[in-house]
């Protein structure tokens, strides 16, 4: 569905090297999360899959179309919610939703743009002008103006940035149906939770350099070297009473709780040594490292 091959990017003022060999594939179907600090190169990727700007060198292919021969093929393939907000702003919602169709010369698509606005929860603003909505409605205009051709691919940008809790998780379900009706998802974000939460494939970018290009399970599989078990008591405790755990690092939080590592192989151990000690607690908790505590990790090296 999606391939880039050996893609670099200089920018000739100040001859910054910001991509440099990018290979990825993207399979019909995927919902990939693209992570990486600021100025790693996400923005600049992703500029280059819109039309935006020209790679250095390489080569891209959407949807079976060379990006350099057949741009606007492609841009029939692919929806672009960047991260800038401040599009449209004389528009009404359904003014700007209607131009925006007329780009791709579809006509009559008054049925579908009601249907994403009402899926994105903007029917009630249709008629407002886009300088008037706050700022996670505007973002979730831009995600109806991505989708008002119908791409087979759509490519967000930071789309949760400056949207509150109910929002974000309004827009996560959005997301997950629209995936499950077969749209493949690129997705890049600081919230690393959205990732974990969403995304099946993580792909890493640090320094213009792909570092890292792992199904989600595998990826944290392979990380999750060791599980931090927490034990929780209703009463103080004292260290020395768990020297018989001194394999497993044992440290008290908050004077109840007792907090242990232990890698997976040895999770049952941990589990007979409590039980034969008939220890009373009143809760036991079993965390594996999160997402962002790997993606971490694997920029920190």
């Known amino acids: 569905m999606l391939s880039v091959r050996d893609v670099s990017m200089i920018y000739q003022k100040g001859k910054k090297e910001a991509l440099k060999n990018i290979n990825l594939e993207i399979a019909e179907g995927e919902f990939?999360?693209?992570?990486?600090?600021?100025?790693?190169?996400?923005?600049?990727?992703?500029?280059?899959?819109?039309?935006?700007?020209?790679?250095?060198?390489?080569?891209?292919?959407?949807?079976?179309?060379?990006?350099?021969?057949?741009?606007?093929?492609?841009?029939?393939?692919?929806?672009?919610?960047?991260?800038?907000?401040?599009?449209?702003?004389?528009?009404?919602?359904?003014?700007?939703?209607?131009?925006?169709?007329?780009?791709?010369?579809?006509?009559?698509?008054?049925?579908?743009?009601?249907?994403?606005?009402?899926?994105?929860?903007?029917?009630?603003?249709?008629?407002?002008?886009?300088?008037?909505?706050?700022?996670?409605?505007?973002?979730?205009?831009?995600?109806?103006?991505?989708l008002v051709h119908k791409p087979k691919i759509l490519i967000l940008d930071e789309p949760t940035a400056g949207v509150d809790i109910e929002m974000r998780h309004t827009l996560y379900d959005f997301l997950v149906k629209l995936h499950q009706s077969g749209t493949t998802i690129i997705l890049t974000t600081h919230y690393i939770e959205e990732a974990e939460k969403l995304c099946k494939r993580i792909v890493i970018i640090d320094g213009g350099k792909i570092i890292a290009d792992e199904p989600k399970e595998e990826l944290m599989d392979a990380f999750s070297r060791e599980s931090i078990i927490e034990v929780h008591f209703d009463q103080a405790l004292n260290l020395a009473d768990f020297d018989f755990l001194s394999d497993y690092h044992p440290h008290i939080e908050d004077k109840t709780r007792l907090q242990l590592k232990a890698s997976k192989k040895d999770l049952s151990k941990v589990f007979r040594q409590l039980s034969e000690k008939n220890l009373e607690f009143t809760n036991l908790v079993v965390e594996r490292p999160k997402l962002e505590d790997i993606y971490l990790n694997i920029i920190k090296h």
């Open 32 to 146: 990939t999360a693209l992570l990486g600090q600021n100025g790693a190169g996400k923005s600049t990727l992703i500029n280059i899959l819109a039309g935006n700007v020209k790679k250095t060198q390489g080569s891209v292919s959407i949807g079976g179309y060379d990006l350099d021969k057949k741009e606007l093929e492609t841009k029939k393939i692919i929806g672009i919610v960047p991260q800038d907000t401040g599009y449209d702003f004389v528009f009404t919602v359904d003014e700007a939703l209607k131009k925006q169709s007329g780009y791709f010369g579809i006509k009559n698509n008054k049925a579908y743009i009601d249907e994403v606005l009402e899926a994105l929860y903007l029917t009630e603003k249709r008629s407002a002008r886009i300088r008037d909505l706050s700022g996670g409605m505007r973002r979730r205009f831009l995600i109806a103006k991505a």
